[in-house]
């Protein structure tokens, strides 16, 4: 005779069996997802300036030359050829997209420069196929996507010390996202004005050391400092020439020397905040791709240390409290064990 708990327990058997079972049948049997014949890997976390350089790679084993197209905001809505985002891939026409020849291994390898695209910040599908098919007429064929995020670069400026000790040499540094050869830097006062450039080191840092032998700021009153980035085209479209500032962008000669906006050195050159107002307004003209910094320094006899920032801490005459607050849960833990 079978006692109750021998009972309950061939009971408890026969259910994890059942559940055995069932899980065997419910649970999908995984498959091993085919292999593409074309890969594309972008490097990197995706995620770029516009002016910057992607490295795209991957592996073609299905034909000796592999086809790249992208798409993404306000581009065809089939493809666009990589390097002219406003001329549409068009299926059976090489010419429209860029070619990358396969390695004797299957593999291939493209830098894709983002400097001059003209295309807007967003996110775009780079494709590679083995045949040169736009995206509507890729059924049937092998390929495959990556998706990148293309971003507006910037900068930024920090002066030290500030204000500027008269006499006294001081700098100016930050960052130039985007992968720029160099950043200019203008520095316009009542009395005079100056342009200087310096190169961007790949961390995007950049630095300009500045003395009385460099620059004359014994003068009154503020001084702009103006830190320049040429952005995507990676040219500095606001120049000077000669006494002038000039932008490039617009040539009403016609021989390449780009348009006079004002007078910036020499007799009845603008001064101080004319200076940089003048300056902002060209830089941010339509046609105009370049971005700045702005700095309003002050120039002092001497200068101040900043204050020292110290951690705050809780006053003395809280502790009493904590300590009583702290022996109260002890006791109520130790009790509620027992």
């Not at 894709?112 to 295309?119: E, I, N, R, S, W």
């Not at 500032?245 to 101080?272: A, C, H, M, W």
């Not at 307004?281 to 204050?307: H, R």
Request: one cysteine or more.
């Amino acid at each position: 005779m079978i006692s109750f708990s021998e009972n309950i327990l061939f009971r408890l058997r026969i259910l994890v069996l059942l559940l055995v079972l069932a899980g065997s049948v419910l649970l999908p049997v995984s498959a091993e997802e085919p292999k593409s014949a074309i890969t594309i890997v972008a490097s990197g976390d995706q995620s770029y300036y516009l002016g910057e350089e992607i490295l795209l790679t991957g592996t073609n084993e299905a034909s000796g030359t592999t086809y790249l197209f992208f798409v993404g905001p306000n581009l065809p809505k089939n493809g666009a050829y990589l390097l002219s985002p406003t001329r549409p891939a068009v299926s059976g026409v090489p010419e429209s997209f860029v070619g990358v020849p396969t390695n004797t291994d299957t593999t291939w390898e493209y830098a894709f420069p983002t400097h001059d695209l003209g295309v807007s910040p967003g996110t775009y599908t780079i494709y590679a196929v083995s045949q040169p098919h736009a995206k509507d007429q890729l059924s049937g064929g092998s390929y495959n996507t990556v998706s990148i995020i293309l971003k507006r670069p910037f900068i930024t400026a920090e002066l030290s010390p500030s204000p500027i000790i008269r006499g006294q040499p001081f700098t100016v540094t930050g960052f130039a996202e985007g992968n720029p050869d160099s950043v200019q830097l203008w520095i316009a006062g009542y009395d005079s004005s100056i342009l200087l450039r310096t190169t961007v080191h790949p961390d995007a840092a950049y630095r300009f050391d500045l003395d009385p032998s460099t620059f004359d700021y014994t003068g009154t009153g503020p001084y702009y400092l103006i830190v320049q980035h040429p952005m995507q085209n990676n040219q500095f479209d606001i120049m000077a020439s000669g006494e002038f500032v000039q932008n490039l962008q617009r040539d009403v000669s016609l021989v390449g020397s780009g348009t006079n906006v004002f007078k910036i050195f020499g007799e009845g050159r603008l001064r101080g905040s004319d200076t940089a107002h003048a300056l902002m307004d060209a830089i941010n003209e339509p046609d105009i791709d370049d971005t700045y910094a702005l700095i309003t320094a002050e120039v002092t006899d001497s200068g101040s240390a900043p204050p020292t920032t110290r951690p705050t801490q809780a006053p003395l005459g809280f502790a009493p409290l904590g300590a009583l607050v702290l022996i109260l849960g002890i006791a109520v833990w130790r009790r509620c064990r027992v």
